[in-house]
C-alpha cells in the first residue's frame, strides 16, 4: 500500500499563495491516480471536496471552486505530489489530505472518488491544515 504524508500547511492571508508538498512512501504504481481533497467540518456543504487530481498519463482535474488558482503536479523521481494554491480565499480554509487510487482512473473520476470511505482501492494521509485569515 502506498502511505502519503502531506506538509506545508499553516495560516496565511487571503491573496497570499501556500505549496503543499506529499511524499508518496511505498509501492506508488504508474497507474496510480493520486490528488488532493480538503475538509472542512465546519462547513458541512464542504464536508469532503475533491480539489485537484492528475492521472496516468498526466492529465489534471480541478474543483470550479479552485480552478484558475491551485495547479497540481507529480514527479515520479522524487515521489512527490504538490499542491500550489494562489490567490487563497477564506473559504479555502481546510484540512487538505494528498490521495491515491490505485485504479487507472481518469483525472475527473479520480479526484470525485478521493477521500472517500470505504473505497478499498484509496489511501491517504492524516492531512495538513491551512487556515485563510480574510
Known amino acids: 500500500s502506498v502511505r502519503p504524508v502531506e506538509s506545508g500547511g499553516g495560516s496565511v492571508q487571503a491573496g497570499e499563495s501556500r505549496t503543499l508538498s506529499c511524499l508518496l512512501s511505498?509501492?506508488?504504481?504508474?497507474?496510480?491516480?493520486m490528488g488532493w481533497f480538503r475538509h472542512s467540518p465546519e462547513n458541512p456543504e464542504k464536508e469532503r471536496e475533491g480539489v485537484a487530481a492528475i492521472d496516468a498519463d498526466g492529465q489534471a482535474s480541478y474543483a470550479d471552486s479552485v480552478k484558475g488558482r491551485f495547479t497540481i503536479s507529480k514527479d515520479r523521481a522524487k515521489s512527490t505530489l504538490t499542491l500550489r494554491m494562489n490567490s487563497l480565499k477564506a473559504e479555502d480554509s481546510a484540512s487538505y489530505y494528498c490521495?491515491?487510487?490505485?485504479?487507472?482512473?481518469?483525472?475527473?473520476?479520480?479526484?470525485?472518488?478521493?477521500?472517500?470511505?470505504?473505497?478499498?482501492?484509496?489511501?491517504w494521509g492524516p492531512g495538513t491544515q491551512v487556515t485563510v485569515s480574510a
Open positions: 490521495a491515491v487510487d490505485s485504479r487507472r482512473l481518469s483525472s475527473d473520476i479520480c479526484r470525485q472518488a478521493l477521500g472517500i470511505i470505504g473505497i478499498p482501492t484509496n489511501d
Open positions: 511505498g509501492d506508488a504504481s504508474d497507474n496510480y491516480c
